[in-house]
């Protein structure tokens, strides 16, 4: 339950009132600063509370947006401030000062001046943002939210109220601005009528995910029977799966119902629909007498290794200082013009063209072949979008912040082997030595691997080596131009490895094997990007020690491959995916559903 103090003199024929009730607050009417002060003191500490100006006219859905939001624990608009139950102290103190000093003014944070109408609301969200606050005020485009100051503004408030539908504003903003072609175009025109239809009926985005899991995970069975028709309906049902994870978005804005659990099932679900949709191909391929898994694998290590470079690109430039490059100006220079956008958004292959490309070829060709053009086109993407940011990243000049080497550290998920040999070196690489140094590392590693026979130590002595490396390359904060690259190059040496062996084995039962391991280190590397982005730090250190880091399962696993048979290695790697699978999600279930995650939807991976 939230709280609205309506204050100052209602307006004749105002229906402010019923419009917060419709956004489900308590209402409550205070004629000056003191009987605020006095009501917000009786609101429950537990509740939300809401200041509004009486004479507040705007579109209701600016209300909702400025007043509703989970995310922000102060956030405002014209003539409207709240704050959550965090934030409540913050606000008490602002209002109390109003009380003190009434008709007292405060400057906006950042140097914006108060408001030259004399609202209550207003002067206490000016006052917050003076505090350091951090108040949200969202983006209102052509919504209105205004507090008049003479009849004649009001009358010309209103008319402005009346000349746009806030609901087609609603539906507009549901959907993202920077989504791909097929999904623009092809998909949200009518997905967002469905979120609206979903909304209506009082169904919440988490449900929606849950349904776009299923029809996925009924894709990939009908995949895994391996006839025609099996593959025909995997198709049309993995576009109606993305059809639906459109809409939980969609849904989240249109409702801005967003939660720490739809932050958890959102950050999860699509890779888990993608791998096992794979997964389930290569059941239906072998049902058909040909062995698809090593390119199951493959694919999903080069989708993993797309996104981890995505993500360590995002991390380590988005609070960057000084922050210029050619490469960057010729980049929105192209932004400009209509149809390179559209072809730039398409050439990096983004989950909507990938899935309808996998929809489509899994219905009319052969998993085989299906994850041909796959790998394919996931490599031409990642070579396009990893070029681009490596010259962008050699051409600037900016300076990474502790923030950022933080979680490009975090990212790099180093285990107790690579401290200890930190504490031994005691000094790291210069420059583009750390970059050079993953990458022959892993490359030693994964080499050894491929181009040996299974059970030589050759892989062990490789993984030494790149035990050795890994931790010289993490050894100093990651602060130089290329060191976003450090972690991808991680992931592609651990997964590459586990492949390598396991295609090796030369033994049923071990790729589909390695593919659950993968799939289980995946999702910690993905969990710990999540929680990044939500600011809640990287998962806890004895979680990363207890499933060894990167560097101690490559070795472990090349240890193994060196002591057991082909039969003994496949189990050895079934029962390694279990119990990391375990430990991970079991921490990762707990965090998610915990108090202290982030409250916040993410707007999904354009890869």
Aim: hydrophobic share 50%; proline share 5%.
């Amino acid at each position: 339950m939230s709280t609205a103090i309506v204050t100052g003199q209602p307006v004749p024929g105002s229906s402010l009132e019923n419009d917060l009730r419709s956004l489900g607050f308590d209402v409550r009417v205070a004629a000056d600063a003191a009987e605020t002060e006095s009501l917000l003191a009786a609101v429950p500490a537990g509740r939300r509370v809401a200041l509004v100006d009486a004479r507040f006219v705007g579109h209701l859905h600016a209300l909702r947006l400025g007043l509703t939001d989970p995310r922000f624990p102060v956030a405002a608009v014209p003539g409207a401030v709240t704050a959550q139950p965090d934030a409540r102290p913050a606000l008490t103190r602002a209002v109390a000062r109003e009380t003190a000093a009434p008709g007292g003014t405060a400057t906006a944070g950042g140097g914006a001046p108060a408001l030259a109408v004399d609202s209550l609301a207003d002067r206490v969200a000016d006052a917050l943002d003076a505090d350091g606050g951090a108040v949200h005020r969202p983006e209102l485009g052509s919504l209105v939210a205004a507090v008049p100051a003479d009849p004649q503004a009001r009358n010309e408030a209103r008319q402005a109220v009346s000349a746009v539908d806030d609901e087609a504003v609603r539906l507009k903003s549901a959907v993202k601005s920077r989504d791909g072609f097929f999904t623009t175009f092809f998909i949200s025109p009518y997905s967002r009528y469905i979120a609206r239809w979903c909304a209506r009926r009082g169904l919440t985005p988490n449900q929606v995910t849950t349904a776009s899991l299923l029809t996925a995970l009924i894709a990939a069975g009908c995949a895994a029977t391996g006839t025609r028709g099996g593959f025909v309906a995997a198709g049309v049902l993995l576009i109606a799966s993305f059809v639906l994870d459109c809409t939980d978005g969609q849904l989240a804005r249109y409702a801005l119902k967003y939660s720490t659990l739809g932050a958890w099932l959102d950050a999860t679900f699509d890779r888990a629909k993608e791998y096992a949709y794979y997964a389930g191909l290569a059941l239906g391929a072998a049902r058909g007498g040909d062995d698809v898994w090593a390119l199951a694998l493959g694919a999903m290590i080069l989708q993993t290794c797309r996104h981890v470079v995505d993500f360590s690109f995002t991390e380590a430039n988005h609070d960057a200082t000084a922050n210029t490059s050619p490469t960057a100006a010729l980049s929105d220079k192209l932004d400009s013009v209509g149809w390179t956008v559209w072809l730039r958004r398409m050439i990096v292959l983004p989950i909507g063209e990938r899935w309808a490309m996998i929809a489509v070829l899994t219905a009319v060709t052969t998993p085989r072949i299906t994850f041909y053009v796959l790998l394919v086109g996931c490599a031409f993407a990642a070579a396009y979008t990893t070029a681009g940011r490596v010259l962008r990243s050699v051409t600037r000049k900016a300076r990474r912040t502790d923030r950022a080497a933080q979680a490009l550290a975090d990212l790099a998920d180093p285990g107790p082997l690579s401290e200890a040999v930190r504490r031994v070196a005691r000094r790291g690489l210069p420059g583009l030595a750390v970059p050079a140094v993953a990458l022959l590392g892993g490359a030693a590693v994964v080499a050894c691997s491929a181009l040996t026979d299974f059970g030589g130590p050759l892989p062990v002595a490789g993984a030494v080596v790149y035990v050795l490396t890994s931790a010289l390359a993490v050894a100093r904060p990651l602060k130089g131009a290329l060191d976003w690259l450090v972690p991808p190059f991680f992931r592609a040496a651990e997964y590459g490895t586990v492949l390598a062996l396991a295609g090796k084995a030369g033994v049923n039962g071990a790729l589909p094997a390695a593919f659950g391991l993968v799939a289980a280190v995946a999702y910690h590397h993905y969990d710990t990007v999540y929680r990044i982005r939500g600011s809640a730090g990287a998962p806890p250190a004895w979680l990363v020690r207890a499933i060894g880091g990167h560097e101690g399962r490559t070795l472990l696993v090349a240890v193994l491959a060196a002591v057991l048979t082909g039969a003994q290695f496949k189990v050895a790697l079934t029962v390694l995916a279990v119990a990391v699978a375990l430990v991970v999600l079991v921490e990762s279930i707990r965090f998610w559903v915990s108090a202290g995650a982030p409250a916040v939807h993410d707007e999904g991976e354009t890869a």
